[in-house]
């Protein structure tokens, strides 16, 4: 009698224990990917499709007309630059206007070996820090 009630008992514990140990060995996460695969995606490489959102046409009509404006005021306004600058000159003495072309060019000197010197200056600096 003794060995039935302990039969009956241990047969319940029995069939508990392995059902734990079966549904624990189940596992229901994907296995890990492999280290080379992460980064790739599983899409076919391809262009990548942009979208352009379009304007009125009134609008882009409008643009167009502002940018040939702002092109045609900057013309006239370097042409009138280079009108004055001639009137300027024309109406100099010949010893004014010799010596302005004179200072003109040691100012180019000056700047182009001042130019040079911080060019040189930044090239060690940037040899410095590689």
Same mark, same amino acid.
């Given at each position: 009698?003794?060995?039935?009630?302990?039969?009956?008992?241990?047969?319940?514990?029995?069939?508990?224990?392995?059902?734990?140990? @079966?549904?624990g &060995?189940?596992?229901?996460?994907?296995?890990? =990917?492999? !280290?080379?695969? #992460?980064?790739? *995606? $599983?899409?076919?490489?391809?262009?990548?499709?942009?979208?352009?959102?379009?304007?009125?046409?009134? @609008?882009?009509? &409008?643009?167009?007309?502002?940018q040939?404006? =702002?092109? !045609?005021?900057? #013309?006239?306004? *370097? $042409?009138?630059?280079?009108?004055?600058?001639?009137?300027?000159?024309?109406?100099?003495?010949?010893? @004014?206007?010799?010596?302005i072309?004179?200072?003109?060019?040691?100012?180019?000197?000056?700047? #182009?070996?001042?130019? $040079?010197?911080?060019?040189?200056?930044?090239?060690?600096?940037?040899?410095?820090?590689?």
């Amino acid at each position: 009698m003794k060995l039935l009630r302990l039969i009956k008992l241990w047969i319940p514990l029995i069939v508990l224990m392995f059902s734990f140990t @079966v549904a624990g &060995a189940q596992s229901f996460e994907r296995p890990p =990917e492999h !280290k080379l695969v #992460k980064g790739v *995606s $599983k899409k076919p490489p391809g262009r990548k499709k942009q979208v352009r959102i379009h304007e009125p046409r009134s @609008v882009s009509k &409008a643009k167009r007309e502002q940018q040939t404006a =702002e092109k !045609k005021r900057e #013309k006239d306004y *370097s $042409k009138q630059l280079k009108e004055d600058r001639k009137r300027h000159m024309e109406i100099q003495t010949p010893e @004014v206007r010799e010596r302005i072309l004179q200072n003109r060019k040691e100012s180019d000197t000056k700047y #182009k070996s001042k130019k $040079k010197a911080v060019a040189s200056k930044n090239k060690k600096a940037g040899k410095k820090y590689k």
